[in-house]
């Protein structure tokens, strides 16, 4: 920050003191622009400070971004970092609700005041065009977004950016939650520390990353970055649409506690090719009063376009379970034979090897899933390792590594979808690029067309090592430009896709309601890697971009018992069941293996009866890392509508009623859709409960349910000895009538939770 | 050298001296291994030095490889630099004699010696597999070839390369044709000149290259590397089979006449990465006493694999004209209109904007290239800037740069081609990537498909600019498996591919004959950038790999006739006759505009007389860069399949005859399908011939035609006073009776040629 522009900020501060907090402020002497949000508690600042532009953030008279620079180092002569002029300002304001295809409630409101500002550099020869740059701000009652934009009429038409100098100046040393800084993986543990210790921790911050990790700061941070200041505002820095241009970092200067945008840089180290008109993703700073308010916050799905595909008939909110959990945790294994050094697609005789035994996706295997996922109520069954090329498909760079279409000689894929449907239920597809998008853009459309044929309409794809084309990154543009074809293409083949390793999302889904799932940070599946209290982080961060299919539900955590390895997972049952209501998915694993659900058939109730799509959802309680307790209300049309999904499953059984239909409409274990006629739907809710390592007491009202209607629930719970070391697996389920007068009062394990069903009686 | 290996030669020598010049020799002391080629005139030795595997390569006793290093430098530990045991060889002879396709001759023998040598580095530590490495050596009448091959046992299963260190060392200061080394474009002028002076010559070989080049080295040059040694002995050195591995230059040690391999990177300077079992390229040495011996060799189609096409009835040798001059030349544009700074496709509404009326692709205009083609008997007629996105296509590393399936508004497709069928012409595809070959394997298969549509059976692929994936090169084995790939996708649509702007081919048309022309040099698009002699320079180089599209047939050679350009280009009207019998191509275009022909039809009756494909070829006298005489004689299936190719002609006119047909078979212009029932094939040669820029008579025997049997020739030569720079379009047109015993004499121009058209009477 120049001392111009202290002295700039001094005197807006000033200003707005003589106005009155919250006001709404005009345009000031110079070239200060002001604007507040709907509601006038957050004011933000536009100013050319000697042609540089920039911007500031205050809430209710507190400021929370100090004046912060914007503009570009480009390749090439041409630079966006000064000598601006105002040639133009537009002020508009918008309301509209508008409804998610799915989500966490029914309707979303809109509502934002926006303002456009036009900066140009003046022409430095007589007949040229001058450089222009514009920049939308759009200020919520929750936060503030904004973006760059490049007219068509413009001295720059095809441009490199070299850096995007974004700044974020906050006023102070916050508390954090973040992971290190890194050009391809999210796969950190969280660290919550203040910003002044980010230097300090980050070495320790990067152990325990599985990938070939690429730092590029000594305090680098990931986008959404979490922080709270002292005075406990919750204030979160991420980005949203990010669209054909890179994913950023954010640099800290952990002198001035100033952030500032770092973007993905590509094979070339160029970090955006552009074409005007053009425009960024949106930069975003929400600033909320509690963690609660946090979790409410659509601001990044409302920054997002529309919903872009006309029919979203097809896309469905699913619960499955997955042939996978067993490879994961070393029980079996993908590949299928190790005969050979190496194998070639094409080229090695699979049916002419020898099986080492131990391939998970075999016939008999799958077949026996399919029947524990159909007896149980699920939607669909993932089976991983299905097809050719698992030998070495990791760390080899290999180019050719899967052909997404040829099945290993012991998986019968028309027989095994032929079953699965006669059952009620889809497979799910996987397709595991190894990072090699060039293959798989090859195979995209006859992968797709397969799924097509035999009735598959998911996909879990998958985007473990380095990068082929050679030279890129995960959030390169390149690759950015790749998951979103593969989001595009699967539309028209009418496929849900759920990426792992993939770049976080930043509210596509609003657009493209067909991304159903990420996984973009450390899943269940990474076992003993996830720290009690890590969970507890990511509605705050990872979350807030869109679902993660955090693949919870795992009940044996000493996967010596499952595997023989040593690890231990470090959780409670209660607290698994807990994320199914609080950590937000429309794609919701059973991820445990069927013989343990099997050990514990009373605590997996609360896993079939759960819904996964809401009309309502409520965040009673919440701290980023340490516990959050959620209340959900499903959307009763999605409920039906996976009802009705299950009659359209090609050749299906037509008398298959899922496990939450028969939930919501309290019908018997062995109801048939006949038994939906006349059937009447319950009112029901569902509050789940995630806990740090400190055990906690919870109490709250269910002050939500309808007034003067009695409501049962079950209430699943750690037990009094319950703790994820030393007796992960105690639990206790209560049933209890309630009201909305009701005050729950809960304990929660060391990294424990619970899951409560309530339904009208 | 090293002194030992100087020694070791001196040996080697002395023992072959001992033996006599030109015998077998049996394996020598140590591990030294001989073997020779069928005829013996070719030995080639094998031996490890202090386990450093060499080679070297004599000739009738005189030395023309002196002892060379082979072997890699890899990334990480594990080098094969040295250290090498032998643990085992295998002698075999092969003899065959195959049919290609298409070709300069209707059967080629395939007859060498071979000896695998296999080499081991002992492994480090117990337990660990030996890291082995094979070296495959042909050896023929007229050249070697030698490959590595790393078998599946192996310490190596996948690994990179950081430099291949295979070395050809030379016996002297020899006279070379070459042009500078790069990674991304081989249109470069050849220079000759000795090696020593390559290094000061290569500033101004590099001037006139269009594209940004990449050089690596002061004295880098490109194969094919044409050589002659002050003992009139020529030697080409090259590759063959070049597939899932980059192409390489050649780097020269100017000091000691040593060229070493140096392998085009990839976006990460990895030279190549291997998966065990796999090979390299074949690296080849051409021996020949004569000028002409090389031009008859056929080392470099032998060395690739049989063809891998079953059904090859769809590959057809095509003789086309284009709308495409016109651009290139100046007078009209690719483009649609010059509305917009910038275009972008799907977004851009094209039949709002305004025609900038320049556009060569209009339906007018294209109807008119059609009538004329078909008067005329081709049998194909090529459209560039038929598709939206030519207005900033190049230059722009622009990703999204073609769809290749989008025709302006002012091209109506459909109704073109049906034009064109029912006139009995195919319309060829132009797919220009721009480089951006992941764009271009996007939309691959829906390009190809529209093809298939409309009855498309080849396209003309596009390589211009920079390459994206960003930081690769077009030489790099990423893009050389890109080329691979269009090519196999195009096989599977029957497709024949043209590629420009491609890396050099290496034979690879054996294996996939509908690989029909490459550009891969200066072609005649580079207007007055063409050299006198230049083109008397490429059949011994680029053509060693397989057919150029080199567009000739320009009979305008002041542009400032045509678009109002001051380009001259440099040669005769009866120079561009001659190159259609000296240059092969199963692909000839007729280059100019109607127009330009239509004022010298006389002539231009010798381009629609001339075949496209031979049983035939008689190479009568040459000199690299000076001149060239070749006399072939047809193939007459190929020309009766022609004939009835137009009959297969999807909703084509039945009794078109193409202009060929109709000159073998004696018909009259008005001939139709229905005049060819009966009549026969009279016996026909065709001679041409090029020359540098110094006038010179030639004679020659037309000993090659039958015995007895009287035929007539139409001589199109030179005027007397015809100059490529003062009278560029003065020729003679004679007729006479000739026979086997008739000597021709004739006189070319600076820069000028002939073509002779014979028919038996």
Redesign the interface.
């Known amino acids: 920050m120049t001392s111009m522009m202290k002295i700039f900020k001094t005197i807006m501060i000033a200003v707005a003191l003589v106005m009155g907090t919250c006001l709404q402020c005009a345009a000031l002497p110079g070239d200060a622009i002001t604007m507040t949000s709907p509601n006038g508690n957050l004011v933000m600042t536009f100013a050319l400070a000697d042609g540089v532009p920039t911007y500031s953030l205050d809430y209710c008279g507190q400021a929370v971004i100090l004046p912060s620079r914007l503009g570009f180092e480009l390749k090439g002569r041409q630079q966006l970092t000064g000598g601006f002029v105002l040639v133009g300002q537009e002020k508009s304001t918008f309301d509209e609700t508008w409804e998610p295809v799915w989500g966490e409630e029914a309707s979303i409101r809109n509502h934002y005041n926006e303002l456009l500002v036009k900066l140009q550099q003046p022409a430095s020869r007589d007949g040229e065009k001058p450089a222009a740059m514009h920049v939308r701000f759009r200020v919520y009652d929750d936060g503030m977004g904004f973006r760059y934009e490049f007219p068509?009429?413009?001295a720059l038409?095809?441009f490199m950016i070299k850096e995007e100098l974004t700044q974020f100046a906050l006023t102070g040393d916050h508390i954090a939650w973040w992971i290190p800084g890194d050009y391809s993986t999210q796969e950190f543990r969280p660290t919550r520390s203040r910003l002044s210790q980010v230097r300090e921790l980050t070495p320790k911050a990067r152990t325990g990353c599985g990938w070939p990790n690429t730092a590029f700061s000594p305090t680098g941070v990931q986008t959404a970055l979490q922080m709270k200041t002292d005075q406990g505002l919750y204030i979160n820095i991420h980005e949203a649409a990010v669209l054909d241009y890179p994913t950023t970092n954010l640099d800290l200067d952990d002198k001035n506690f100033v952030l500032r945008t770092w973007l993905t840089p590509?094979?070339?180290g160029?970090k955006g090719?552009m074409?005007?008109p053009c425009k960024t993703p949106w930069r975003t700073v929400m600033v909320c009063r509690s963690a609660t308010d946090v979790l409410a916050s659509r601001l990044i799905l409302n920054l997002n376009e529309p919903c872009a595909i006309k029919d979203v008939s097809w896309i469905h909110p699913t619960k499955y379970m997955g042939v996978w959990w067993e490879m994961i945790s070393g029980k079996s294994q993908w590949s299928y034979t190790n005969d050979?050094?190496?194998v070639?697609l094409g080229k090695t005789d699979y049916a002419r090897s020898t099986p080492h035994g131990k391939h998970g996706a075999n016939n008999e295997n799958v077949r026996r899933y399919i029947d524990f996922a159909a007896e149980n109520g699920f939607d669909a069954l993932l089976i991983e390792g299905w097809n050719e090329g698992w030998e070495?498909w990791y760390g080899?760079?290999?180019?050719f590594v899967f052909d997404f279409i040829t099945p290993y000689p012991d998986f019968d894929l028309p027989a095994l979808n032929a079953y699965a449907h006669q059952k009620g239920i889809r497979l799910i597809m996987h397709h595991e690029s190894s990072s090699s998008t060039?293959n798989y853009?090859?195979w995209m459309?006859k992968a797709y067309n397969l799924m097509n044929q035999y009735g598959y309409d998911a996909v879990k794809s998958g985007y473990v090592g380095k990068i082929?084309?050679?030279?890129?990154y995960h959030y390169s543009q390149?690759l950015i430009?790749h998951y979103h074809?593969a989001i595009t293409e699967a539309a028209k083949h009418h496929i849900m896709v759920n990426a792992h390793e993939a770049v976080r999302p930043t509210g596509l889904c609003r657009t493209w309601p067909n991304m159903i799932g990420n996984e973009s940070a450390m899943g269940n599946e990474f076992r003993a890697g996830i720290d009690p209290g890590q969970t507890a982080v990511y509605p705050f961060t990872r979350l807030q971009g869109g679902p993660m299919d955090f693949t919870p539900g795992i009940f044996e955590m000493d996967l010596e018992k499952v595997s023989g390895w040593a690890d231990k997972m470090r959780h409670t049952i209660c607290n698994q069941l807990g994320l199914y209501v609080t950590f937000y998915s429309p794609l919701q694993m059973a991820a445990d293996l069927p013989e343990n659900y099997a050990r514990f058939m009373d605590a997996f109730q609360f896993i079939k009866d759960v819904a996964v799509d809401w009309d309502k959802s409520i965040y009673l309680m919440a701290e980023p890392g340490e516990y959050m307790v959620t209340a959900r209300h499903p959307k009763l049309s999605t409920v039906n509508k996976a009802a009705e999904g299950v009659a359209k499953l090609p050749d299906g059984k037509k008398d298959v009623v899922n496990s939450v239909t028969k939930f919501i409409y309290a019908l018997p274990d062995n109801a048939t859709a006949a038994d939906l006629n006349g059937a009447k739907a319950r009112d029901v809710w569902y509050v789940g409960g995630i806990n740090d390592d400190h055990a906690r007491e919870v109490s709250f009202k269910l002050d939500f349910l309808k007034p003067g209607v009695k409501y049962e629930a079950a209430i699943y719970a750690d037990a009094k000895d319950a703790d994820y070391e030393t007796n992960p697996q105690a639990y206790t389920i209560t049933r209890k009538k309630v009201t909305a007068k009701t005050v729950m009062k809960l304990r929660m394990a060391r990294a424990g939770g619970f899951g409560i069903t309530i339904r009208e009686l």
């Open positions: 068509m009429e413009n038409t095809y590509d094979a070339e160029v090719r074409q005007a050979y050094p190496s070639q070495d080899k760079q290999k180019d060039v853009e090859r459309e082929i084309p050679y030279g890129e390149p430009n074809y």
